[in-house]
């Protein structure tokens, strides 16, 4: 052999070297994991990061996604309990835990996870009626999320949600349920409006009546306030009328004249102020009224007497001529 066949020898030794290295060494990304088959079987899984294998003894099988993933069920047609028929639509999150037994155990998992989930949800809407399928949509997550997680565990499968995005009933259906709706509204709508009426009117009749009350105490404080005037009044009339009687008997006829005449003057301003008078006729003058005085005076003098006058004339003012000693 020449130096060039030699020379070729170690080249060819360095290449099957570093295919051999090449071929031993995996590197494996986060959130993957790779399944080692021997001789085509199963041997171990690799982990994300460096990995080793024996060359042209052991392969790489799968790369398992181990990260949670989305599933995206097709719209599909279901009946209700109540024989109506409902289209939903829903998605589907898992996780794979044992990427061997994702691959080994189940030929297609994405195909098996949907077909799965479509079949549950047939169950649970069958078994509940359209109203109940409408207004319980976390019941029925929490259902399939049961029976799927149950289901799908010796994949080595984690089903870690199932979210119905939409329920849509047949439109007739829909047009019912949205009078239905509307009729109810209108029927809670016109109960508050009727209860705010009957609460204005309990709040107006409360307030009237208070106003009512305080009405009726400010008519009685008034009505004891007159009262009591009205007695202080007579009181002071009462003794006016004691002290002309008292300046009457000692024959002080000034008193008398005084009081007759002022109420001879008050009946005269009363028959001038009534509301009914049109023209008063008066006839008389201050001349008149003087005169009237004076007549007054006579009458009680034929009452008391003149000697009583008299003597309380010669009582009070002395005469002129006479001396002190007469």
């Given at each position: ?110 195909d ?20 109940q ?12 999320l049961?029976v ?12 870690t949600r ?18 239905q ?14 209860e705010?009426?009957r ?46 009687s008292?300046a ?47 007549g ?18 010669a ?12």
């Open positions: 052999m020449g130096p060039y066949g030699f020379d070729i020898v170690v080249v060819a030794l360095v290449a099957l070297v570093i295919l051999t290295i090449a071929l031993g060494v995996r590197t494996v990304p986060q959130g993957y994991n790779y399944t080692v088959e021997r001789f085509g079987r199963y041997s171990r899984t690799l982990g994300a990061g460096l990995g080793l294998i024996v060359p042209y003894i052991d392969r790489v099988g799968h790369k398992v996604n181990v990260m949670e993933q989305v599933l995206d069920i097709p719209s599909q047609e279901a009946i209700t309990k109540d024989n109506a028929g409902v289209r939903i639509d829903a998605a589907a999150f898992f996780q794979v835990l044992d990427a061997a037994k994702a691959r080994y155990e189940v030929a297609s998992l994405d098996a996870l949907m077909v799965l989930t479509m079949t549950n949800i047939r169950t649970v809407v069958g078994s509940m009626d359209l109203d399928l409408l207004s319980h949509r976390d019941e029925i997550n929490e259902r399939l049961r799927m997680d149950a289901a799908a565990s010796p994949w080595g499968v984690k089903v199932i979210e119905i995005r939409d329920i849509l009933p047949p439109a007739d259906i829909a047009g019912a349920m949205n009078r709706m509307k009729a109810e509204r209108e029927k809670r709508a016109a109960v508050l409006e009727a705010g009426l609460q204005a009117d309990i709040l107006k009749a409360e307030g009237q009546k208070q106003s009512q009350i305080l009405a009726a105490e400010g008519r009685k404080e008034a009505a004891l306030r007159d009262a009591e005037a009205r007695e202080r009044l007579a009181q002071a009339e009462a003794n006016a009328t004691a002290m002309v008292e009457i008997s000692r024959g002080d006829i000034q008193a008398a004249n005084f009081l007759i005449a002022e109420r001879y003057t008050d009946a005269l301003k009363a028959m001038a102020s009534a509301p009914n008078s049109k023209v008063v006729i008066v006839p008389i003058e201050a001349a008149a009224l003087a005169g009237t005085v004076g007054i005076a006579q009458l009680t003098k034929a009452v008391f007497g003149e000697e009583a006058i008299e003597s309380r004339r009582g009070s003012v002395p005469a002129a001529g006479r001396s002190p000693g007469a």
